[in-house]
């Protein structure tokens, strides 16, 4: 493949299974890429190799060589340009505490994706670290691909999603993030703040939902289904709905105009329906995507605690009804035998608590909770924090 001479070095930060197609992905474009993933033995057979086969079509095979492979986040990290984050939300936390010694000043960092606060969350952590880098954090909304680990090093990519919108924490650095960032995947796109990126969270939709009322089918067939084709029915999908809908209101108290799932599809995959039943079926990108194994996965220790309770906290906070995710919620609490509120995404971690809607508005776009000095001194120029 080699169609790309860039001087861009970037590092790829996990190796499961959206890590591993996007780091094969890069490298075999020409791209320089690190791979980093904490566990040495799962990326073993990667180092040995080289580098990761990517399948595309059943015909259609290519290489990507990776320039270092290793469970040393100093030497990943280290000359890359643009540092790509491809883990469950879960360990956003763990990997901003690892990344915060060793960020220098114009670095990058992205969150793919952010799922719900992400880029929030990872900066509050990075500042709690006493991290004084000038680093631009962002989130995807979504990760790119629909993809899949195929072997030890070895990963499939079913389908490209059309866009991915992204932005910047605060949203005055999302042009820059982006210079860099459509370089390499030109299907991003930018988003008003990370409010709109973490509300358009799909994955908050369809994920635990499709997990949780599948539960029995999952556990007997060790989910030998198509997740997607099979597992949406029209009453699985109706709960989608409620679910959608709750999502939707939670954004408008925040004054964000989110995207319906309906939109979301038609734009992401070009799938349409008259509903999501329709429109999920309507979609060759979730063909062949089985279910999980086992519902010890994460679209249920991800998505519950990291794309739900968030959601909720922020309903909550500005009176919506979110009884559909509440319930949800609660359902995969006596499942996992766990309390997701209390390990999920807070107002707390999210450096949120107390926080008029005013004042998170500023945040977001502006780096700080306080008006930009614009408003009151006829100045275009707006002072950001030291991390963004």
Same mark, same amino acid.
């Given at each position: 493949?080699?169609?790309?001479?860039? @001087?861009?070095?970037?590092?790829?930060?996990?190796?499961?299974?959206?890590?591993?197609?996007?780091?094969?992905?890069?490298?075999?474009?020409?791209?320089? *890429?690190?791979?980093?993933?904490?566990?040495?033995?799962?990326?073993?057979?990667?180092?040995?190799?080289? $580098?990761?086969?990517?399948?595309?079509?059943?015909?259609?095979?290519?290489?990507?060589?990776?320039?270092?492979?290793?469970?040393?986040?100093?030497?990943?990290?280290?000359?890359?340009?643009?540092?790509?984050?491809?883990?469950?939300?879960?360990?956003?936390?763990?990997?901003?505490?690892?990344?915060?010694?060793?960020?220098?000043?114009?670095?990058?960092? *992205?969150?793919?994706?952010?799922?719900?606060?992400?880029?929030?969350?990872?900066?509050?952590?990075? +500042?709690?670290?006493?991290?004084?880098?000038?680093?631009?954090?962002?989130?995807?909304?979504? +990760?790119?691909?629909?993809?899949?680990?195929?072997?030890?090093?070895?990963?499939?990519?079913?389908?490209?999603?059309?866009?991915?919108?992204?932005?910047?924490?605060?949203?005055?650095?999302?042009?820059?993030?982006? @210079?860099?960032?459509?370089?390499?995947?030109?299907?991003?796109?930018?988003?008003?703040?990370?409010?709109?990126?973490? +509300?358009?969270?799909?994955?908050?939709?369809?994920?635990?939902?499709?997990?949780?009322?599948?539960?029995?089918?999952?556990?007997?067939?060790?989910?030998?289904?198509?997740?997607?084709?099979?597992?949406?029915?029209?009453?699985?999908?109706?709960?989608?709905e409620v679910i959608d809908r709750e999502r939707v209101t939670v954004a408008a108290a925040l004054g964000v105009r989110a995207q319906t799932a309906l939109e979301w599809l038609a734009a992401a995959y070009s799938a349409t329906g008259d509903n999501l039943y329709e429109a999920m079926h309507d979609n060759p990108g979730y063909r062949g995507i089985m279910a999980p194994r086992s519902l010890r996965h994460r679209y249920i220790f991800e998505d519950v605690p990291f794309s739900l309770v968030p959601i909720v906290e922020l309903g909550r906070r500005f009176g919506v009804n979110v009884w559909a995710m509440d319930s949800m919620?609660?359902?995969?609490?006596?499942?996992?035998?766990?309390?997701?509120?209390?390990?999920?995404?807070? +107002?707390?971690?999210?450096?949120?608590?107390?926080?008029?809607? $005013?004042?998170?508005?500023?945040?977001?776009?502006?780096?700080?909770?306080?008006?930009?000095?614009?408003?009151?001194?006829?100045?275009?120029?707006?002072? @950001?924090? *030291?991390?963004?």
């Open positions: 493949m080699q169609e790309n001479i860039s @001087e861009l070095r970037l590092a790829v930060i996990g190796a499961g299974h959206g890590g591993r197609a996007m780091a094969a992905d890069l490298a075999a474009r020409g791209y320089r *890429v690190n791979l980093y993933n904490r566990t040495p033995e799962h990326i073993e057979a990667i180092r040995v190799r080289g $580098g990761i086969e990517l399948q595309f079509e059943e015909d259609q095979h290519v290489f990507g060589p990776l320039e270092v492979v290793s469970s040393n986040i100093e030497k990943v990290l280290d000359g890359v340009q643009l540092i790509m984050v491809v883990v469950p939300a879960s360990a956003h936390t763990d990997i901003a505490q690892l990344c915060a010694p060793y960020l220098v000043d114009g670095q990058i960092v *992205v969150l793919n994706p952010g799922r719900t606060g992400g880029a929030l969350a990872f900066r509050k952590t990075l +500042l709690d670290c006493g991290c004084t880098a000038d680093v631009i954090i962002g989130e995807a909304e979504t +990760l790119l691909f629909a993809s899949r680990a195929l072997g030890p090093a070895e990963a499939r990519i079913f389908r490209r999603k059309n866009t991915v919108p992204v932005a910047a924490l605060p949203a005055t650095r999302t042009n820059a993030m982006l @210079e860099v960032l459509s370089e390499v995947y030109p299907q991003f796109v930018a988003a008003p703040n990370v409010l709109y990126t973490s +509300l358009n969270n799909m994955g908050a939709v369809f994920h635990p939902v499709l997990a949780l009322l599948n539960a029995g089918w999952i556990e007997r067939t060790q989910g030998d289904f198509q997740f997607y084709m099979d597992g949406v029915t029209q009453s699985t999908a109706q709960m989608l919620i609660r359902l995969a609490c006596v499942i996992h035998r766990t309390d997701y509120y209390h390990r999920g995404r807070t +107002l707390e971690s999210m450096g949120l608590t107390g926080l008029s809607l $005013g004042e998170i508005t500023n945040l977001v776009n502006h780096g700080s909770i306080d008006p930009p000095r614009a408003e009151f001194e006829g100045s275009s120029s707006v002072k @950001e924090e *030291v991390i963004s």
